[in-house]
């Protein structure tokens, strides 16, 4: 499976913007999925990750009551709902998914097996 993350850009501070991922490839069973970011300098951090149905989701305390993810298993692609952004929030949001048989949540990028590209999301003060 391949990873497309799109929908980064600039917001002011107090603003939203929603980030998706769209899936290709081997989609014919979907998968734990998770958002990620990286400020450059700095290591990898959880943001968000959702299980297989969307029904479970968890958030990094940092985001948690601001974003919001989601899934359209039949559009094989997740979204990533940003309200209320602060500078700190900026960063290359990065989306991964777990192999295949895996059916728990992760919070640790090492959980996670395929990983898109980022998409920047800046947000100014």
């Known amino acids: 499976v391949q990873l497309q993350a799109s929908g980064g850009g600039l917001v002011q501070a107090r603003g939203s913007l929603r980030v998706s991922c769209a899936a290709s490839g081997r989609t014919r069973s979907s998968r734990v999925m998770g958002w990620f970011r990286q400020v450059p300098g700095k290591e990898r951090e959880f943001v968000a990750t959702i299980n297989k149905s969307g029904v479970r989701r968890d958030y990094a305390d940092s985001v948690k009551g601001r974003f919001t993810m989601s899934r359209d298993n039949t559009k094989n692609t997740m979204y990533l709902q940003m309200n209320s952004l602060k500078p700190e929030d900026t960063a290359f949001y990065y989306c991964?998914?777990?192999?295949?048989?895996?059916?728990?949540?992760?919070?640790?990028?090492?959980?996670?097996?395929?990983w898109g590209q980022g998409t920047l999301v800046t947000v100014s003060s």
């Open positions: 991964a998914a777990r192999h295949e048989y895996e059916t728990a949540l992760s919070y640790s990028a090492e959980g996670y097996s395929v």
